[in-house]
């Protein structure tokens, strides 16, 4: 059988490319803590790769408090968490790089192979110049154009849109549930990055470390 031909690698940024799950664990953690809410990293793993406003959402939740909020007054809250978040981000530097990331984007570069963030962050593009990633990235989807977040497929569509690529020569790279499903029903393989547990259902799991184009050919039975 013919092996799919890899083109694109299209890469979720927080918790693969540099760990700012953490920051947005941190800020969140300040601001349930603030509203008298339970929040801990169990808690926090069902809002990896959600979007803002639907994290928030969750928290409150959590603490059967949704309803006391009025719309307008969530929206300060998610800004409050966003502003703390920013605070933290500032201090991110190239030497933030997940292990073994800067080597993979290096090797997809010298074959050829196109590089996109698929990032439902809106501070995605200031993390990647924190990182000094920016002229890495072939393309970069903008999160406030994408109308569903993750475990929707727009963001990885877009993507691979991007490229006028087909799903088949396209890989997505994710360490959240909802990215490895976001990336299936964009039709994608999935690398996961994480425990196989949290990683189910992805076509190949690993850590960012390991992560090699030689790995995913042959995992993924693919081809350059
Ligand atoms: C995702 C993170 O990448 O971006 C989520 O995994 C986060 O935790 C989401 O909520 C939105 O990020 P931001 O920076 O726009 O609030
Ligand atoms: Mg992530």
């Not at 799950?21 to 803590?33: C, E």
């Not at 169990?42 to 309803?67: D, T």
């Not at 007054?73 to 073994?100: C, F, H, R, T, V």
Request: charged share 25%.
């Amino acid at each position: 059988m013919e092996k799919n031909k890899l083109k694109a690698v299209i890469f979720d940024l927080d918790g693969v490319i540099t760990d700012s799950a953490t920051y947005h664990y941190l800020a969140w953690k300040s601001l349930a803590g603030e509203l008298g809410i339970p929040f801990d990293e169990q808690y926090n793993e069902k809002l990896k790769g959600v979007s803002r406003m639907e994290s928030l959402e969750l928290i409150l939740q959590n603490g059967n408090a949704s309803s006391q909020y009025t719309k307008e007054q969530k929206e300060a809250l998610a800004d409050k968490k966003n502003n703390l978040y920013k605070e933290l981000i500032k201090q991110i530097s190239p030497a933030d790089i997940l292990p073994g990331i800067s080597s993979f984007l290096e090797e997809l570069k010298a074959n050829q192979i196109k590089i996109a963030l698929a990032s439902v962050s809106r501070n995605a593009p200031f993390i990647l110049g924190q990182l000094c990633l920016d002229t890495m990235f072939d393309y970069v989807a903008d999160a406030a154009a994408v109308p569903n977040a993750k475990p929707f497929p727009d963001i990885f569509l877009a993507g691979m849109s991007a490229f006028g690529l087909q799903p088949q020569n396209c890989v997505g790279v994710e360490d959240a549930r909802t990215g490895i499903e976001a990336i299936h029903r964009a039709g994608m393989p999935a690398v996961g990055v994480g425990t196989p547990e949290e990683m189910q259902g992805a076509e190949l799991v690993t850590t960012t470390q390991e992560l090699c184009l030689d790995l995913i050919l042959e995992r993924l039975g693919m081809e350059i």
